[in-house]
């Protein structure tokens, strides 16, 4: 049994290793589906909620615990034993995949398709409970997570798609990757997520195309790691936002500034775009990477401090692409304080993207279209 990093005090008598039969139940929000079992066998009434990995809803299996003691209100365990298997379980590609191994990928035991339909679920159970939606309001019930193309074959099946890995060095020269929720490192000599072109972070100047135009970016600066994600993500903002000759547009969390370059271009020289970003250097690159508009404005600095402190006229539009945290109630109250006809927000985690959500619905927004793409296949 790897060791696990346990981030909650004990309360009471461990339960790590105790095995339970049980019926699994929906997918949960972080690569997991939702079990019950019977903690305590004088009184089967009792269950407790277990978040269950290597699993699928609906699947009959034996989990082992992971993480749990007596009094915690839901333990975490592993499928080891699949007694009635779901028709979307698959064998998994990576030898790597599976309990006490490699825990990078969630959902290597579950037909592509299918992994977007859990997706979904995941999405739209998030925008309900969190924000407020209807369940049946046609954006969320109708949501579907769309493939996006990559640049080989292995890409589309959902494999050989991240193009930065970090491993971990291991001596003679080889290098692992972390057991899920643990310091234990597993010795990997082939990831299949991996890009052939992968590379690792480091400090050297790297140049990305996108769209015809080129940015320069540091190896281990932010970038989306999907080799189609920032063609798919800037065609997606700028349909969404319909930028306007002459409009004026912020771009915040804007990175090496992606986002900020096709909004320049659309809202032309009598436009104009104001990139904030928080880490200095994306900054000094988003200067370099947009000096051909003279009407766009590169502010460096924390995105909730510089709104409070200035640029606080009225904009036409906004992109918000926070980390995954979300942007979280100050940063919206300043979003919205600028009036914007539009906010277009690029989310990764659909529980930061749903409370955002719900605090721009008090302030009179509201969701008017959703799109949910599937950067990173065999996770969740």
């Known amino acids: 049994m790897a060791r696990r990093t346990r981030t909650r005090p004990a309360r009471g008598r461990s339960r ?16 997991h589906c939702v079990s019950r079992v019977a903690a305590d066998p004088d009184d089967p009434e009792r269950t407790r909620v277990v978040f269950t990995r290597h699993a699928l809803p609906g699947e009959q299996v034996v989990l082992q615990i992971t993480e749990g003691t007596e009094g915690d209100s839901f333990w975490r365990a592993d499928a080891v034993e699949i007694l009635e298997a779901s028709p979307d379980r698959v064998p998994a590609p990576c030898q790597y995949s599976g309990p006490d191994l490699c825990g990078g990928c969630d959902f290597q035991h579950v037909r592509l398709a299918a992994q977007r339909t859990l997706k979904a679920a995941v999405v739209r ?30 890409v589309d099946q959902g494999l050989r798609w991240r193009t930065r890995m970090q491993y971990v060095a291991l001596p003679e020269g080889t290098h692992g990757l972390r057991v899920h929720r643990s310091n234990d490192v597993v010795e990997i000599d082939d990831c299949l997520i ?3 072109e992968a590379r690792e972070p480091s400090p ?12 320069q970016v540091a190896a281990d600066g932010f970038w989306q790691v999907h080799p189609g994600a920032p063609t798919t993500l800037v ?15 912020l771009d915040l969390y804007s990175g090496v500034g992606l986002f900020a370059a096709f909004l320049a271009e659309r809202v032309g020289d009598t436009g104009r775009v104001v990139a904030v970003e928080g880490d ?17 404005v590169v502010q460096p600095g924390s995105v909730d401090r510089v709104l409070v402190e200035g640029f606080d006229e009225p904009f036409d539009l906004v992109v918000l692409d926070p980390p995954r945290e979300g942007a979280r109630r100050k940063v919206v109250e300043q979003v919205v304080d600028r009036a914007p006809r539009a906010v277009a927000y690029v989310a990764c985690d659909p529980a930061a993207l749903a409370r955002d959500v719900a605090i721009f619905g008090e302030h009179g927004y509201a969701l008017t279209a959703l799109r949910s793409f599937d950067l990173f296949p065999m996770t969740h």
């Open 16 to 31: 790590v290793g105790e095995q339970f039969t049980a019926t699994v139940g929906p997918v949960a929000h972080g690569g």
């Open 125 to 154: 159970e998030q925008l309900v409970r969190l924000a407020g939606l209807d369940a049946d309001d046609p954006r969320v019930a109708g949501l579907v997570v769309e493939h996006v193309p990559g640049d080989s074959p292995a």
């Open 194 to 196: 991996a890009h052939p």
């Open 204 to 215: 050297e100047l790297v140049a990305e195309s996108v769209l015809g135009r080129e940015f």
């Open 235 to 249: 065609e997606t903002v700028l349909g969404l936002l319909d930028p306007q000759p002459g409009e004026k547009a």
């Open 280 to 296: 200095r250097r994306a900054a000094e690159h988003a200067k370099a990477n947009l000096r051909e508009f003279r009407r766009a």
